[in-house]
């Protein structure tokens, strides 16, 4: 029976890649010589350091565009709020990545009112979908393309 895998994650090795090009971005630009600002990534976190409020936001662009252009969607990132301490100002970027239980069973209950001849089902992190017809999950997978829902989704381990 065919089936695939509806997941979100992001490539942990693009996302070192993309910071490792905003950090020497950072090192090249006009408007940041002298002053110490930096990207640190750390697991799913990235730091985002600098000197006033004004620079964190450019290099939060910076960090947004270099992540895209390494095909890193910044619908799975989520940006906390400001901390000053003491002369430094910093934020941080976390890279989110799994499907929480809340937006799986949105997911679930999407297929289900198309009523299309699939089943699904949550597994952990990510909903399995099955059907009889090669066809009928192509449909599902378009439909959820076309669905505006707050995570990037990817669909994966497709079996026939």
């Known amino acids: 029976m065919p089936s695939f895998d509806i997941v979100s994650e992001y490539d942990q090795h693009e996302a070192r890649n993309a910071v490792d090009q905003a950090n020497k971005e950072i090192t090249t630009r006009f408007d940041f010589k002298g002053v110490d600002a930096s990207f640190v990534l750390n697991d799913d976190a990235i730091t985002v350091k600098a000197a006033v409020e004004f620079q964190l936001q450019q290099m939060s662009d910076i960090l947004q565009a270099k992540l895209v252009k390494r095909g890193i969607d910044i619908a799975c990132m989520e940006l906390s709020d400001v901390q000053a301490r003491g002369k430094t100002v910093s934020q941080i970027a976390t890279l989110k990545q799994g499907l ?61």
């Open 100 to 160: 929480d239980t809340l937006l799986a069973k949105k997911i679930v209950k999407l297929i289900k009112d198309k009523k299309l001849k699939v089943q699904s089902a949550i597994q952990g992190e990510k909903v399995r979908v099955t059907g009889k017809k090669r066809d009928d999950l192509q449909q599902v997978m378009a439909m959820l393309k076309a669905e505006k829902l707050d995570m990037p989704l990817q669909f994966d381990n497709f079996r026939d």
